[in-house]
């Protein structure tokens, strides 16, 4: 049995005839209104809900509505490390900074195989940090893909450089590296490309365009922690590699939080600078910050997941693989398009995204059939309002814009619901 504990009023139960019974009421309670207890002791039994039989949990648990992104399952693999690892922040008080943080930009630098890995406070901060790292700034250009989330475009365009916009690959829905040298002028600074829904670009190719027209590449790897690249991780294939633990990331924090990485250690110290305000010494700053920094709290919780974070992705995989059985009988007639990881890659599977035509009567015939899914992304980044760019060239992203669909992806997804989910999609197509 377990329950969030250590608050002090379960000791206010001690004298109580079955004081471990008292703590589970009260840890229950913290938790809310549908928490149940699944025991076989009849004693407690008799208390009545939230103490249940097993047999009734059953019944409970398979009226569960299908989630998008599961994190609470996730917590039971996790709960008493994760508890020490907070309490632990919450005696010491020590809320910036700190050894959890030392210990995880460590351990995420080992991870990535890179030198130096700098924590902050989230994706978008990274993105920004590492441009402003680089010296990148008004009047120059960032080429970027479309089809992505807001925050790349913004990030560049928010240190006043242009986006500059070149379409994707159909297959992978990344960059395509054949479309990238006609985007550069001679105000290019930095390609930017996108390892979307978990799979990496290919680097290869966007790093020796880079080379020859002595640019910096920087990989927003903020869907994409944990994947490879011909057996090379995410985040250190370029010069920085950016990314995002939001929670519902592949690596995912309590709250918001990022992360940059580089082989270069006088492109890590301005990082490390700019995320405290520039900073060279304590009140030296040197240059022009921002307060970017990761908290102890989120770096607490990383380090507990980070654990159990590469049998999660051995599970994502799974997933995928059994989405695809699925659905392969299905590609044939047409009905929709699968994902494709190259060969040489391995996706972290952010995301398990299809292609199916009618999408949006799809998506609403799924809803009513209790299957969530999202649109990653409904809109080319310059058709935004923040971001409008005239750009005429992007076929491929007009089409996937209208046809992507993601369905329920975590790693702790169940065969039965897939299948539910599986079948659930074919007849919301074939209505
Ligand atoms: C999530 C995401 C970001 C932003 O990360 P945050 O941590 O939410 O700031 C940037 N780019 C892409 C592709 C993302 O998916």
Redesign the pocket.
């Known amino acids: 049995c377990q329950w969030l504990s250590g608050l002090p009023s379960d000791a206010d139960g001690l004298d109580e005839s079955d004081p471990l019974a008292f703590g589970l009421l009260n840890g229950a309670k913290r938790i809310g209104k549908d928490t149940y207890i699944v025991t076989f002791d009849s004693k407690r039994l008799s208390r009545g809900a939230p103490f249940i039989a097993p047999a009734d949990a059953l019944n409970i648990i398979s009226e569960l509505p299908i989630q998008y992104v599961d994190l609470n399952r996730q917590q039971d693999y996790i709960r008493k490390d994760l508890e020490d690892r907070i309490h632990s922040v919450l005696y010491r008080s020590h809320y910036i900074g700190g050894p959890e943080l030392t210990a995880l930009e460590q351990k995420l630098a080992d991870y990535v195989g890179v030198d130096h890995c700098v924590c902050m406070?989230?994706?978008?901060?990274?993105?920004l940090v590492g441009m402003m790292a680089l010296g990148i700034s008004a009047g120059d250009e960032v080429i970027t893909t479309p089809f992505?989330?807001?925050?790349?475009g913004q990030?560049i365009s928010f240190i006043g450089a242009k986006a500059v916009y070149a379409d994707i690959d159909p297959v992978t829905f990344n960059l395509d590296p054949e479309l990238i040298e006609d985007k550069i002028t001679d105000k290019t600074r930095a390609i930017m490309p996108?390892?979307?829904y978990g799979q990496c670009c290919e680097m290869d190719k966007i790093n020796e365009i880079a080379s020859r027209y002595h640019l910096s590449v920087i990989e927003?790897?903020?869907?994409s922690f944990g994947a490879t690249y011909k057996g090379n991780r995410s985040c250190g294939l370029s010069t920085i590699g950016?990314?995002?633990?939001?929670p519902?990331?592949p690596l995912g924090a309590y709250g918001?939080?990022?992360a940059s990485f580089t082989a270069d250690p006088e492109l890590a110290k301005a990082m490390r600078q700019i995320i405290e305000h520039g900073q060279e010494s304590r009140y030296k700053h040197v240059r022009l910050g921002l307060n970017a920094r990761m908290d102890s709290l989120q770096a607490a919780a990383l380090l507990s997941k980070l654990q159990v974070f590469n049998d999660e992705l051995i599970k994502r995989n799974s997933v995928a693989k059994q989405y695809t059985e699925l659905l392969i009988e299905h590609v044939s007639r047409e009905l929709v398009e699968l994902p494709t990881v190259q060969h040489y890659n391995k996706s972290s599977w952010?995301q398990y995204t299809i292609r199916v035509s009618r999408r949006d009567q799809v998506r609403k015939n799924l809803t009513e059939a209790g299957v969530p899914t999202a649109v990653?992304y409904p809109i080319p980044l310059y058709q935004q309002e923040s971001l409008a760019e005239v750009t005429l060239d992007c076929e491929n992203t007009e089409t996937a814009v209208q046809q992507v669909l993601s369905l329920p992806m975590h790693p702790y997804l169940n065969s039965k619901t897939q299948d539910y989910i599986a079948n659930s999609l074919i007849r919301a197509i074939d209505f």
């Not at 406070?121 to 993105?127: E, F, H, Q, R, V």
């Not at 992505?148 to 790349?152: I, P």
């Open positions: 406070s989230s994706g978008t901060d990274s993105l992505t989330f807001a925050a790349t990030a996108v390892s979307l927003d790897a903020a869907q950016c990314t995002s633990f939001f519902a990331k918001d939080a990022g952010a990653h």
